[in-house]
C-alpha cells in the first residue's frame, strides 16, 4: 500500500521561509507524479505546483509563482515544497498528493489524484 505522509507545517511571521516534506512509503515515489495543494477554512482545495515523473515542473497558482518551488529527490522517496517569503495569506494546510500519471504529464485536479497524505498546517503571522 503507498502512504504519503508531510511534515515542516509551522507558525512563521510574514516574509518567512519553510520546507514541507512528503515522504511515499509503500512504492518507490519515482513511480509517481506529485502534486502539492493546500486548502484554507471555507475555501476549495486549490492546485500548487506538480512535478511529473520525469522531473518537470508546472505552477497553477499565480500567487505562489516566484515564491514556491517543488522538487523531488527519488533516492529518499521524498518531495518538497519549498515556500519563500511567506504571507498570511498562504495560512491554510497544505496536503501532497501522488498518482501514476504518464511520465510528462501533471494535474492541477485534485480528483486526478489517488493517494493523499494528512496534510500539514502552515500558519503565517502578520
Known amino acids: 500500500q503507498f502512504q504519503l505522509v508531510e511534515s515542516g507545517g509551522g507558525l512563521v511571521q510574514s516574509g518567512g521561509s519553510l520546507r514541507l516534506s512528503c515522504v511515499g512509503s509503500?512504492?518507490?515515489?519515482?513511480?509517481?507524479?506529485i502534486g502539492w495543494f493546500r486548502q484554507a477554512p471555507g475555501k476549495e482545495r486549490e492546485a500548487l505546483l506538480c512535478?511529473?515523473?520525469?522531473?518537470?515542473?508546472?505552477t497553477y497558482a499565480d500567487s505562489v509563482k516566484g515564491r514556491f518551488t517543488i522538487s523531488r529527490d527519488n533516492a529518499r522517496n521524498t518531495a518538497y515544497l519549498q515556500m519563500n517569503n511567506l504571507r498570511p495569506e498562504d495560512t491554510a494546510r497544505y496536503y501532497c498528493?501522488?498518482?501514476?500519471?504518464?511520465?510528462?504529464?501533471?494535474?492541477?485536479?485534485?480528483?486526478?489524484?489517488?493517494?493523499w497524505g494528512q496534510g500539514t498546517q502552515v500558519t503565517v503571522s502578520s
Open positions: 512535478i511529473r515523473r520525469s522531473g518537470g515542473e508546472t
Open positions: 498528493a501522488a498518482d501514476h500519471l504518464a511520465e510528462w504529464y501533471c494535474e492541477d485536479d485534485p480528483g486526478k489524484f489517488r493517494h
Open positions: 509503500g512504492y518507490p515515489l519515482a513511480n509517481y507524479a
